[in-house]
T-cell receptor, first 116, second 116 residues
């Protein structure tokens, strides 16, 4: 079974400060990891993914995430937060399989609030 | 526009009724996934179809069913509706391409179902 935990319901950060949104995962084998962002009344939008290779993944809008296998974590980071980054962020995992694609399992979401 | 089309955008219906939600995947995508997003339970995987065949089931109630048609569009049928079924229902599609081109999912903008 695969699962994702986002331990913080909400993260508050001041504009210009660095931000971190935490994610830990559990899969039987090796994971594919994703971050999505959801703005009000919109569907989820892809931010970045980890498939293999470099543990630091860079994505859209200046976001990056670091894959840590030993800690089974995939925290989302940004060096300098913007008010426009305020949204709901979802971490997702899928176990690597040789054939087909299993459904993604999503975390419960973390609401990021960036104060001006 | 993500390329995944969901209709209707909003739906208000009474308890005990039946509704059908429709999803057209992004051009070329063979997989369709349905998710339910409610305030207290985050994003819950319901069911996955691949090229017309059911591939995986998640937390889908027996009152709910889905199918994927030869043109690859999918419908989610919800029957004997209860107040607790009120939620956002998302459809997502994914590409059969190699994993390096895999962005996980492309989400539609969702159908907001309100059961009164």
């Amino acid at each position: 079974a695969q699962s994702v935990a986002q331990p913080e319901d909400q993260v508050n950060v001041a504009e210009g400060n660095p931000l971190t949104v935490k994610c830990t995962y559990s899969v039987s084998g090796n994971p594919y990891l994703f971050w999505y962002v959801q703005y009000p009344n919109r569907g989820l939008q892809f931010l970045l993914k980890y498939i293999t290779g470099d543990n630091l993944v860079k994505g859209s809008y200046g976001f990056e995430a670091e894959f840590n296998k030993s800690q089974t974590s995939f925290h989302l980071k940004k060096p300098s937060a913007l008010v426009s980054d305020s949204a709901l962020y979802f971490c997702a995992v899928r176990e690597r399989v040789d054939t087909g694609r299993r459904a993604l399992t999503f975390g419960s979401g973390t609401r990021l609030q960036v104060q001006p | 526009d993500s390329g995944v089309t969901q209709t209707p955008k909003h739906l208000i219906t009474a308890t005990g009724q039946r509704v059908t939600l429709r999803c057209s995947p992004r051009s070329g995508d063979l997989s369709v996934y349905w998710y339910q997003q409610s305030l207290d339970q985050g994003l819950q995987f319901l069911i996955q179809y691949y090229n017309g065949e059911e591939r995986a089931k998640g937390n889908i109630l027996e009152r709910f069913s889905a199918q994927q048609f030869p043109d690859l569009h999918s419908e989610l049928n919800l029957s004997s509706l209860e107040l607790g079924d009120s939620a956002l229902y998302f459809c997502a599609s994914s590409s059969p391409l190699d994993i390096k081109d895999d962005y996980g999912y492309t989400f539609g903008s969702g159908t907001r179902l309100t059961v009164v």
